[in-house]
């Protein structure tokens, strides 16, 4: 095999650092704006804060960009014609399953509180794992979350 060959087989284990960012297409995007930085928490970049590449964008409405505490970057591309591939947000239409997120074990339960206070979308009742617990609810454009913990 030539090292050209040996090259293409792949990336080398621990060339991908992190994850860098996801990017999600929202219908409404004042409402996904309030879902992720007021109901979920995090944090909108704003001003210097926002990429380089996206300023003109963000300033036109067309995208926002909300940082988890590990540094993830959740983008959010406005596109008003996006809609649902069903009307029932429990059928999957995307590759993807779900996003969750981290939360203190202490703090679950009022988390699940804010999601209920907020009339968010969540599919069916906390799930306790040997794993931790978890609840799983939708965004304003029907993709699946999860908040969870580990075991007490």
């Not at 293409?8 to 650092?17: E, H, I």
């Not at 206070?117 to 454009?141: E, L």
Request: glycine share 8%; proline share 7%; charged share 20%.
């Amino acid at each position: 095999m030539t090292q050209l060959e040996t090259k293409s087989l792949g990336l080398a284990v621990g060339s991908l650092r992190q994850v860098h960012h996801i990017a999600f297409n929202v219908k409404d995007m004042a409402a996904s704006r309030h879902f992720y930085g007021k109901i979920l928490g995090l944090h909108e970049l704003t001003g210097e804060e926002v990429p380089k590449t996206l300023v003109k964008l963000v300033a036109a409405g067309k995208v926002a960009n909300f940082v988890t505490p590990d540094g993830t970057v959740i983008d959010l591309f406005w596109e008003p014609d996006l809609s649902p591939p069903d009307s029932n947000p429990e059928i999957a239409f995307t590759r993807a399953n779900h996003l969750a997120f981290d939360i203190d074990p202490e703090s679950f339960d009022h988390a699940v509180q804010v999601l209920e206070q907020n009339q968010v979308a969540i599919a069916g009742k906390p799930v306790t794992r040997p794993t931790g617990r978890g609840i799983y609810f939708y965004d304003p454009d029907g993709f699946m979350l999860e908040i969870r913990c580990d075991p007490n």
